[in-house]
């Protein structure tokens, strides 16, 4: 089981950055697949974003990708996705994922219900 806790969301002006964190507990974390989900008020979890075990492999979804940087540091148990050029489409509550491997090697990362472990989710807003 591993506990998963994001933090560094909130309020950013269109064309702003943030980053957000995920630290997990446990001595395991190496052993899980890391993502990043979101979802917008009325719409369902999308995926946004996953790192490899060694965090050597990216997969982004193609509404992010060019903007968002997901990296891990295994030492420190943290996986971050750093948001660059934020857009007011990019406003929903940022989950953060844990998997061990069985979604990643079939391909099917990016559909939620392949993710067992969640986080409490962070609130981004980008707005003028």
């Known amino acids: 089981q591993v506990h998963l806790s994001e933090s560094g969301g909130g309020f950013v002006l269109p064309g702003g950055s943030l980053n957000l964190s995920c630290v997990a507990s446990?001595?395991?974390?190496?052993?899980?697949?890391m993502g990043w989900f979101r979802q917008a008020p009325g719409k369902e979890r999308e995926f946004a974003s996953a790192v490899s075990w060694s965090g050597n492999r990216t997969y982004y979804a193609d509404s992010v990708r060019g903007r968002f940087t997901i990296s891990r540091d295994n030492a420190k148990n943290t996986v971050t996705l750093q948001m660059n050029s934020l857009k007011p489409e990019d406003t929903a509550v940022y989950y953060c994922?844990?998997?061990?491997?069985?979604?990643?090697?079939?391909?099917?990362?990016?559909?939620?219900?392949?993710?067992?472990?969640w986080g409490q989710g962070t609130q981004v807003t980008v707005s003028s």
């Open positions: 994922a844990a998997e061990l491997g069985g979604a990643w090697r079939s391909g099917t990362y990016w559909q939620s219900s392949r993710w067992p472990h």
């Open positions: 446990g001595r395991t974390f190496g052993f899980y697949v």
